[in-house]
């Protein structure tokens, strides 16, 4: 059936799909519906007509477009079109039919001949899956996947013809016979039509410049006439500044004009100083090609060329930090140490006695810009300060790039921290590191009193003389004061009833000064254990412990992933616990990252859980339940998984998960009593009572409709639902909570009462997520399938035997539900 499909109503759109089209005013935001299915036009009459007036619709008439192929559209709400796609073609399929259907909601401020062609797109990748449906309804804010990828189609479509109207490109020669790789092949245009053009693009094959015209090795006659005065290469790479890059490219490259905009990822032309930033995107084909080979030397040697040339084009500003990882670290490609890098495109920093040069400055002041989004520094922006500082000790001269703002002095002390860690730890000290120290630490004790004085909506009347007196007691004291007067979030209290113990203090939050703060405190404790940042430290653990772990972890940390590397993450939990922070809280800490990132160390992590007794578990997960819920409850999975006989709190959330669910879905929830309804569904869940019993109870208060892992309205902060399911031992159990999220009765009516007959499906898609989730566990727990394959596995990964295998598993499952 797939083979048979043409795509002849794309191009062009036909008649009277456009006819349709243009009755659309600019308030409507029809569903526009692709039916690809080869039943007779009666039957798909006849199922039309039954899921339209099921689901309240107002819907046209089809539209054959050609075999097997028909256009409709709908006016309905999201919920609705969902429901009228999904059961259009059950009904087809149920009757031995094939059938697709792609439904794209058009928005009106858009054009309908754009959105028809969109719909046709996503028509021939449905044909393409073994998905019944698509839809792209952006009234469905909770699973829109937006039209992007269709904006982008149409922008390349238009470069594309924009590309074949253009003049032939002229084909690059051949280096001596050799093979040229397709990605430098593009770029030839580019570069030969470059000043000194030929010169650059044999440097770039050879590493020979030419000379007076000639190469040191043979010239051809016609380039040597060109020349009458002597050219060096690094004259012809110096004139490369006065080259306007993107209309260059317009005029003698069209397909690299078409990737360049493709690249930078703006609808507009970009200005020339924002190239350089996606220079990055824009050599990716290439560098992926001539790096791939560590020992290629060549093409290696080729790219650099290449690199060199639009270094230079750029008037040698410092290249993007990326480049930096792709040539240096990152062992796939890596082809310079760092030595050779800083020298090949890095211009010298001037040194000057007692002050420093303009470029430095410029690094100084970037490096201030990146830690004012203190939430995403990492390793990166640590080798950063250790490589400009390093080149030039007169910039531990704080005065000479300090800032007058407040906030960013206190991004300069963190600066003068790492710099004074840098010094303790390379044994180096002079009238400069003094200075330097003196200025941090003063600055920060400053700091830290007034911001922590600030974010309490009452004065702390303890704080400062235990901060600052060197005295041991009343730690205890000045804690319960400070959570009792800092501001925090006001759901708080709402929090607390769905399990969330970490109250949200504002002083942390995830974008304010106190972070930097933290970390300043940590690297100048390293330098000297100074009292005060322990204290600072120890006081922020006993608050709010997981968000100062973060706070002094970002150095170590690769962005807004785990750590940069496993030495790292070792460095600093040993300097933590030598500091005296808990091993609950650092694992607590490592789990969060682990679950998020770090895949391969979560085993570790479970059996060392394990292996604590249960006064130490205790401690464990005091610590642990102060992680996000969705850390929490997949750590307590994992648990279960390798470790199904240990007790974890996680069971004790199941009715904090019933009560939230029965909440985002209860049909009016200012007249439905949410905890009836949740201790119903709990009965019903414990086999206390029947399915069927259970709707009759509730179907009139609840809107089927909203269920889904989560629901749209369930709470973030809440318990996880999945793995609720997978932690039950119960058997049964598992399957009413698939009966509740996935079946209905259908009621028949009669003039003195309701009877319900045996329950359907009415949600497949949620029903097969589930039976997939609940296949793989019972894979672990027979043994047939490793810890680290569950946490990545999907369907698409099982051999022949293993998707039989799922089907038969899947088959049986659904007769279970249905029959339970």
Same mark, same amino acid.
């Given at each position: 059936?797939?083979?048979?499909?043409?795509?002849?109503?794309?191009?062009?759109?036909?008649?009277?799909?456009?006819?349709?089209?243009?009755?659309?005013?600019?308030?409507?935001?029809?569903?526009?519906?692709?039916?690809?299915?080869?039943?007779?036009?009666?039957?798909?009459?006849?199922?039309?007509?039954?899921?339209?007036?099921?689901?309240?619709?107002?819907?046209?008439?089809?539209?054959?477009?050609?075999?097997?192929?028909?256009?409709?559209?709908?006016?309905?709400?999201?919920?609705?079109?969902?429901?009228?796609?999904?059961?259009?073609?059950? %009904?087809?399929?149920?009757?031995?039919?094939?059938?697709?259907?792609?439904?794209?909601?058009?928005?009106?401020?858009?054009?309908?001949?754009?959105?028809?062609?969109?719909?046709?797109?996503?028509?021939?990748?449905?044909?393409?899956?073994?998905?019944?449906?698509?839809?792209?309804?952006?009234?469905?804010?909770?699973?829109?996947?937006?039209?992007?990828?269709?904006?982008?189609?149409?922008?390349?479509?238009?470069?594309?013809?924009?590309?074949?109207?253009?003049?032939?490109?002229? /084909?690059?020669?051949?280096?001596?016979?050799?093979?040229?790789?397709?990605?430098?092949?593009?770029?030839?245009?580019?570069?030969?039509?470059?000043?000194?053009?030929?010169?650059?693009?044999?440097?770039? !094959? +050879?590493?020979?410049?030419?000379?007076?015209?000639?190469?040191?090795?043979?010239?051809? /006659?016609?380039? +040597?006439?060109?020349?009458?005065?002597?050219?060096?290469?690094?004259?012809?790479?110096?004139?490369?500044?006065?080259?306007?890059?993107?209309?260059?490219?317009?005029?003698?490259?069209?397909?690299?004009?078409?990737?360049?905009?493709?690249?930078?990822?703006?609808?507009?032309?970009?200005?020339?100083?924002?190239?350089?930033?996606?220079?990055?995107?824009?050599?990716? /084909?290439?560098?992926?090609?001539?790096?791939?080979?560590?020992? $290629?030397?060549?093409?290696?040697?080729?790219?650099?060329?290449? !690199?060199?040339?639009?270094?230079?084009?750029?008037?040698?500003?410092?290249?993007?930090?990326?480049?930096?990882? %792709?040539?240096?670290?990152?062992?796939? =490609?890596?082809?310079?140490?760092?030595?050779?890098?800083?020298?090949?495109?890095?211009?010298?920093?001037? =040194?000057?006695?007692?002050?420093?040069?303009?470029?430095?400055?410029?690094?100084?002041?970037?490096?201030?810009?990146?830690?004012?989004?203190?939430?995403?520094?990492?390793?990166?922006?640590?080798?950063?300060?250790? @490589?400009?500082?390093?080149?030039?000790?007169?910039?531990?001269?704080?005065?000479?790039?300090?800032?007058?703002?407040?906030?960013?002095?206190?991004?300069?002390?963190?600066?003068?921290?790492?710099?004074?860690? #840098?010094?303790?730890?390379?044994?180096?000290?002079?009238?400069?590191?003094? =200075?330097?120290?003196?200025?941090?630490?003063?600055?920060?004790?400053?700091?830290?009193?007034?911001?922590?004085?600030?974010?309490?909506?009452?004065?702390?009347?303890?704080?400062?003389?235990?901060?600052?007196?060197?005295?041991?007691?009343?730690?205890?004291?000045?804690?319960?004061?400070?959570?009792?007067?800092?501001?925090?979030?006001?759901?708080?209290?709402?929090?607390? =009833?769905?399990?969330?113990?970490?109250?949200?203090?504002?002083?942390?939050?995830?974008?304010?000064?106190?972070?930097?703060? !933290?970390?300043?405190?940590?690297?100048?404790?390293?330098?000297?254990?100074?009292?005060?940042?322990?204290?600072?430290?120890?006081?922020?653990?006993?608050?709010?412990?997981?968000?100062?772990?973060?706070?002094?972890?970002?150095?170590?940390?690769?962005?807004?992933?785990?750590?940069?590397?496993?030495?790292?993450?070792?460095?600093?939990?040993?300097?933590?616990?030598?500091?005296?922070?808990?091993?609950?809280?650092?694992?607590?800490?490592?789990?969060?990252?682990?679950?998020?990132?770090?895949?391969?160390?979560?085993?570790?992590?479970?059996?060392?859980?394990?292996? #604590?007794?249960?006064?130490?578990?205790?401690?464990?997960?005091?610590?642990?339940?102060?992680?996000?819920?969705?850390?929490?409850?997949?750590?307590?999975?994992?648990?279960?998984?390798?470790?199904?006989?240990?007790?974890?709190?996680?069971?004790?959330?199941?009715?904090?998960?019933?009560?939230?669910?029965?909440?985002?879905?209860?049909?009016?929830?200012?007249?439905?009593?949410?905890?009836?309804?949740?201790?119903?569904?709990?009965?019903?869940?414990?086999?206390?009572?029947?399915?069927?019993?259970?709707?009759?109870?509730?179907?009139?208060?609840? $809107?089927?409709?909203?269920?889904?892992?989560?629901?749209?309205?369930?709470?973030?902060?809440?318990?996880?639902?999945?793995?609720?399911?997978?932690?039950?031992?119960?058997?049964?159990? #598992? !399957?009413?909570?698939?009966?509740?999220?996935?079946?209905?009765?259908?009621?028949?009516?009669?003039?003195?009462?309701?009877?319900?007959?045996?329950?359907?499906?009415?949600?497949?898609?949620?029903?097969?997520?589930?039976?997939?989730?609940?296949?793989?566990?019972?894979?672990?727990?027979?043994?047939?399938?490793?810890?680290?394959?569950?946490?990545?596995?999907?369907?698409?990964?099982?051999?022949?035997?293993?998707?039989?295998?799922?089907?038969?598993?899947?088959?049986?499952? +659904?007769?279970?539900?249905? @029959?339970?």
């Amino acid at each position: 059936m797939i083979d048979s499909m043409s795509a002849s109503p794309l191009h062009p759109i036909p008649e009277a799909v456009k006819t349709v089209l243009k009755q659309f005013n600019s308030y409507d935001d029809p569903c526009l519906v692709l039916l690809y299915c080869d039943a007779t036009q009666d039957v798909i009459d006849a199922a039309y007509q039954q899921v339209v007036e099921q689901n309240h619709c107002e819907a046209s008439n089809w539209l054959y477009l050609e075999q097997n192929l028909r256009f409709c559209h709908l006016f309905c709400n999201y919920q609705n079109a969902n429901f009228v796609a999904h059961d259009l073609t059950d %009904i087809l399929t149920r009757q031995g039919y094939q059938a697709k259907l792609s439904l794209f909601r058009h928005n009106c401020i858009g054009h309908a001949e754009d959105t028809y062609r969109w719909n046709v797109t996503q028509l021939l990748a449905l044909l393409e899956t073994t998905d019944p449906v698509a839809i792209n309804d952006f009234c469905d804010t909770h699973h829109w996947q937006g039209i992007n990828q269709y904006v982008e189609a149409d922008r390349e479509a238009r470069l594309v013809a924009e590309e074949q109207n253009a003049e032939e490109e002229t /084909p690059p020669p051949e280096a001596h016979g050799e093979h040229i790789a397709a990605p430098l092949k593009q770029l030839f245009p580019f570069i030969v039509h470059l000043p000194q053009g030929e010169m650059l693009w044999h440097y770039v !094959l +050879t590493g020979e410049p030419m000379l007076n015209g000639k190469t040191e090795l043979n010239a051809e /006659p016609e380039l +040597t006439e060109k020349y009458d005065a002597p050219l060096t290469l690094e004259a012809c790479l110096l004139d490369l500044d006065s080259v306007l890059v993107v209309l260059h490219a317009k005029r003698h490259s069209p397909g690299f004009y078409r990737h360049l905009l493709r690249s930078c990822h703006d609808g507009s032309v970009p200005p020339q100083h924002e190239i350089l930033a996606n220079l990055t995107d824009i050599l990716r /084909p290439l560098y992926q090609v001539l790096l791939s080979a560590p020992h $290629d030397c060549q093409n290696q040697q080729r790219f650099l060329r290449v !690199l060199d040339i639009f270094f230079h084009l750029f008037d040698q500003q410092d290249l993007p930090k990326k480049w930096r990882q %792709i040539l240096v670290k990152d062992e796939a =490609t890596a082809c310079l140490s760092a030595s050779e890098f800083e020298r090949r495109y890095t211009l010298p920093m001037e =040194t000057q006695d007692n002050a420093i040069s303009p470029r430095t400055q410029k690094h100084i002041d970037q490096i201030i810009d990146s830690l004012d989004n203190f939430y995403s520094c990492d390793h990166e922006d640590y080798q950063e300060i250790e @490589r400009v500082f390093g080149a030039n000790r007169h910039a531990y001269n704080y005065s000479l790039w300090q800032r007058d703002d407040e906030e960013q002095q206190t991004l300069c002390r963190l600066i003068g921290a790492i710099l004074l860690s #840098q010094d303790h730890d390379a044994g180096r000290a002079n009238d400069d590191t003094d =200075t330097l120290l003196q200025w941090v630490s003063e600055g920060l004790y400053q700091d830290v009193y007034k911001q922590i004085e600030h974010d309490c909506r009452h004065q702390p009347k303890q704080l400062k003389a235990w901060l600052f007196g060197g005295n041991n007691d009343g730690f205890a004291a000045v804690v319960d004061e400070l959570k009792s007067k800092l501001k925090y979030d006001m759901a708080r209290d709402f929090h607390a =009833t769905i399990g969330v113990i970490q109250t949200k203090y504002h002083l942390f939050s995830s974008i304010g000064i106190f972070r930097p703060m !933290l970390a300043t405190c940590y690297w100048l404790y390293k330098v000297n254990q100074d009292d005060v940042a322990k204290r600072v430290i120890l006081l922020s653990m006993a608050l709010a412990p997981q968000a100062t772990i973060d706070s002094m972890s970002r150095f170590y940390r690769k962005s807004f992933r785990g750590f940069a590397a496993p030495e790292l993450r070792n460095t600093f939990f040993t300097a933590l616990h030598d500091m005296g922070i808990s091993e609950a809280d650092l694992s607590a800490f490592h789990i969060s990252i682990a679950i998020e990132y770090e895949e391969s160390e979560l085993e570790t992590l479970v059996h060392r859980y394990a292996e #604590q007794d249960q006064d130490a578990r205790e401690q464990w997960n005091l610590a642990i339940n102060k992680l996000s819920s969705y850390a929490r409850d997949y750590f307590y999975l994992n648990v279960h998984r390798l470790h199904p006989e240990l007790n974890t709190p996680l069971r004790d959330f199941r009715p904090i998960v019933v009560r939230e669910i029965m909440s985002a879905v209860a049909k009016d929830k200012h007249d439905v009593d949410i905890n009836t309804l949740s201790d119903s569904t709990l009965r019903f869940l414990d086999g206390e009572m029947s399915f069927d019993q259970y709707q009759h109870l509730t179907h009139h208060q609840v $809107d089927r409709k909203q269920f889904d892992i989560p629901p749209y309205y369930y709470t973030k902060e809440a318990p996880k639902i999945l793995p609720q399911i997978l932690v039950e031992p119960d058997p049964a159990t #598992q !399957l009413r909570w698939i009966q509740w999220f996935c079946c209905k009765s259908t009621p028949r009516k009669f003039s003195w009462t309701n009877l319900f007959r045996r329950h359907t499906t009415h949600n497949k898609k949620l029903q097969t997520v589930f039976l997939e989730e609940m296949f793989f566990e019972q894979f672990v727990h027979e043994g047939n399938l490793s810890f680290i394959d569950r946490q990545t596995i999907e369907l698409d990964d099982l051999t022949s035997e293993g998707l039989e295998c799922w089907q038969d598993y899947q088959r049986h499952m +659904t007769r279970k539900i249905k @029959r339970q």
